[in-house]
T-cell receptor, first 116, second 112 residues
Framework: DAGVIQSPRHEVTEMGQEVTLRCKPI?????LFWYRQTMMRGLELLIYFNNNVPIDDSGMPEDRFSAKMPNASFSTLKIQPSEPRDSAVYFC??????????????FGPGTRLTVL | GNSVTQMEGPVTLSEEAFLTINCTYT??????LFWYVQYPGEGLQLLLKATKADDKGSNKGFEATYRKETTSFHLEKGSVQVSDSAVYFC???????????FGTGTRLTIIP
């Protein structure tokens, strides 16, 4: 398996522009997570889906952020409009949830976003 | 709520030195505990885990023991290598949940 795939790997944009980050989870996995990593705040969970349904979006910073999962093999995280404080590395992770036991989350390589 | 407190970094050691990275936690119930590693330019990878008190997780020469009495899960390795240079994250999860709670991470640099 190719692992979790994220695109783009790097994105540089100007303040006010729309940014779309993409994620393809591991085939067969049914949970998908979006994280943000910064020096100041560390690693934060933004939102996660199970069977394509958003389960917890309490970590989404504000209305400028939105996430979708239209099918089991694709998810997007959109920021509109972007601001310099959104600059961070955004990770997507996926796992196979079976019952109540924890199953390992596999992380993608991340998208480094710079908003000028 | 849940929280994880990790040893402040960065940590710099010579090759073959003994490593300890401290981790303590606060959680309700009986969480599972994890160490994740992040190599430069990559995403996080699960290094080891322990799901109940007194369990010892181990992988690639690293070990950590789930200590319920001290709410700790310290990471140790007897002889580190340059290739161990990375950022290490302690994390926990409550049974039945999918949300990992991460510590702030500890950057480890091993010099030859």
């Amino acid at each position: 398996d190719a692992g979790v795939i994220q695109s783009p790997r790097h994105e540089v944009t100007e303040m006010g522009q729309e940014v779309t980050l993409r994620c393809k989870p591991i085939s067969g996995h049914n949970s998908l997570f979006w994280y943000r990593q910064t020096m100041m705040r560390g690693l934060e969970l933004l939102i996660y889906f199970n069977n394509n349904v958003p389960i917890d979006d309490s970590g989404m910073p504000e209305d400028r952020f939105s996430a979708k999962m239209p099918n089991a093999s694709f998810s997007t995280l959109k920021i509109q409009p972007s601001e310099p404080r959104d600059s961070a590395v955004y990770f997507c992770a996926s796992s196979l949830r079976l019952g109540l036991n924890y199953n390992e989350q596999f992380f993608g390589p991340g998208t480094r976003l710079t908003v000028l | 709520g849940n929280s994880v407190t990790q040893m402040e970094g960065p940590v710099t050691l010579s090759e073959e030195a003994f490593l300890t990275i401290n981790c303590t936690y606060t959680a309700t119930g009986y969480p599972s505990l994890f160490w994740y590693v992040q190599y430069p330019g990559e995403g996080l990878q699960l290094l080891l885990k322990a799901t109940k008190a007194d369990d010892k997780g181990s992988n690639k020469g690293f070990e950590a023991t789930y200590r319920k009495e001290t709410t700790s899960f310290h990471l140790e390795k007897g002889s580190v290598q340059v290739s161990d240079s990375a950022v290490y994250f302690c994390a926990l999860i409550n049974f039945g949940n999918e949300k990992l709670t991460f510590g702030t991470g500890t950057r480890l640099t091993i010099i030859p």
